[in-house]
Nanobody
């Protein structure tokens, strides 16, 4: 299984970015997917998760109302639409596929495959 994340970059505060994560070599439709982020020198933290069908989502409080997770099972791809970005959203963002029987897992240990990370920088 390989996860390829893309879409990161430099954006001004208040701007938007859409991250994509394509899965190859494994099951996608039945697996919950998640996004995490890691600040420099900090532990990785949960951002958002989506169930295999896409019918359930869950967000960290710090991004709720600004970020939207979605998926296209026909393309084996999960997305993270990030709006109203703030400097504190600056981090490396990781996508992950869950191996747990949970709709919207929020713990790192519930995910068994990880993408390589994509840098998001919010700065004027």
């Amino acid at each position: 299984v390989q996860l390829q994340a893309s879409g990161g970059g430099l954006v001004q505060p208040g701007g938007s970015l859409r991250l994509s994560c394509a899965l190859s070599g494994g099951t996608f439709s039945w697996s919950a997917m998640g996004w995490f982020r890691q600040y420099l020198g900090k532990e990785r933290e949960f951002v958002a998760a989506i169930s295999g069908s896409g019918g359930s989502t869950f967000y960290a409080g710090s991004v709720k109302g600004r970020f939207t997770i979605s998926r296209d099972n026909a393309k084996n791809t999960v997305y993270l639409q990030m709006n109203s970005l703030k400097p504190e959203d600056t981090a490396v963002y990781y996508c992950a596929r869950s191996g747990a029987y949970l709709a919207t897992p929020r713990r790192e240990l519930d995910y068994n495959y990880w993408g390589q990370g994509t840098q998001v920088t919010v700065s004027s």
